[in-house]
């Protein structure tokens, strides 16, 4: 089993900016992909960002540019640095990790406000 503790969510005007961590635990061997997620109220889950343990990452149009990920190998930990918020960047934010090529963990997810 693996955990993700999430941490770094918070209230921000709009503009602003917030930083993610996830710290990965337990077995985690064998986990390549992590990533962020979010869900706003009413709407699905989605892709923020995901990276590679080598460094590769993707992003979602939405936030290309404000947003960047990155990654910590030796911690087991991924960030989420979110730069120029807006108000529809509300949501709950949520870490993932890909294990081998089937096996998914979810963070318990931390609530991001932006106020405009």
């Known amino acids: 089993q693996v955990q993700l503790v999430e941490s770094g969510g918070g209230l921000v005007q709009a503009g602003g900016s917030l930083r993610l961590s996830c710290a990965a635990s337990g077995s985690i061997f064998g986990i390549n992909v992590m990533g962020w997620y979010r869900q706003a109220p009413g709407k699905q889950r989605e892709l923020v960002a995901v990276?590679?343990?080598?460094?590769?990452?993707n992003y979602a149009d939405s936030v290309k540019g404000r947003f960047t990920i990155s990654r910590d190998n030796a911690k087991n930990t991924v960030y989420l640095q979110m730069n120029s918020l807006k108000s529809e960047d509300t949501a709950v934010y949520y870490c993932?990790?890909?294990?081998?090529?089937?096996?998914?963990?979810w963070g318990q997810g931390t609530q991001v406000t932006v106020s405009s």
């Open positions: 993932n990790a890909l294990q081998g090529r089937f096996t998914e963990y």
């Open positions: 990276i590679t343990k080598g460094g590769s990452t």
